[in-house]
């Protein structure tokens, strides 16, 4: 089975740096999504990670320890618009199958 | 229309009711799935579909009737459901469900209310 763990509510100010933590307990891996998700809207793609290292994308940046079970999601300068609900998700080793975890709503204040 | 589209967006429906929730995707990909979201709960994956053939079943109750006629086009047919089975119902399509790394992109959803 997949267990993943990530915190409920982080809060932040407009500007600073927040780190999403998302760890992972898996009978098989293919690869490590986040997505974001605002309220009363559809799930997007922010990140996928397979090896280990950080990818980086614009103000957001994704990384991925297999050997810990661990990867954190950064989101540098925040803004308002940021503020969201943040999906951690866990690809099965046989395909594209997802479990997601529960989510971390991040509330960025000014 | 372009991404990932979903009809309806809302559903009040009572417990004898049979209604069916539908799925287009416009972005040429070859996988479908369907997922539920409760409130407090994680994103959960009920259907996959790769090709038109069902791949996975996440021990989904068979009041959940998924169909698959063609690669752009998945519905989800519900027969005498449960209050519990109120939730935000997503679709999502990829270009493969079978080989891993693509990203899944995801309908506004239907929200369901069963009475």
């Known amino acids: 089975g997949q267990n993943i763990d990530q915190p409920t509510e982080m809060t932040a100010t407009e500007g600073a740096i927040v780190q999403i933590n998302c760890t992972y307990q898996?009978?098989?891996?293919?690869?490590l999504f986040w997505y974001q998700q605002h309220a009363g809207e559809a799930p997007t793609f922010l990140s996928y990670n397979v090896l280990d290292g950080l990818e980086e994308k614009g103000r957001f940046s994704s990384f991925l320890s297999r050997s810990k079970g661990y990867s954190y999601l950064l989101l540098k300068e925040l803004q308002m618009k940021d503020s969201a609900s943040y999906l951690c998700?866990?690809?099965?080793?046989?395909?594209?199958?997802?479990?997601f975890g529960g989510g971390t709503r991040v509330l960025v204040k000014p | 229309e372009t991404g990932v589209t979903q009809t309806p967006r809302h559903l009040v429906m009572g417990m004898t009711n049979k209604k069916s929730l539908k799925c287009e995707q416009h972005l040429g990909h070859n996988a479908m799935y369907w997922y539920k979201q409760s409130a407090k709960k994680p994103l959960e994956l009920m259907f996959v579909?790769?090709?038109?053939?069902?791949?996975e079943n996440n021990s989904v109750p068979s009041r959940f009737s998924p169909e698959c006629p063609n690669s752009s086009h998945l519905f989800l047919h519900l027969h005498t459901l449960q209050p519990e089975d109120s939730a935000l119902y997503l679709c999502?399509?990829?270009?493969?469900?079978?080989?891993?790394?693509?990203?899944?992109?995801f309908g506004p959803g239907t929200r369901l209310t069963v009475l």
């Open positions: 898996t009978s098989g891996f293919n690869g």
């Open positions: 579909y790769n090709f038109k053939e069902q791949t």
């Open positions: 999502a399509s990829s270009r493969d469900g079978l080989a891993g790394g693509y990203e899944q992109f």
């Open positions: 998700a866990v690809a099965s080793a046989a395909g594209n199958k997802l479990t």
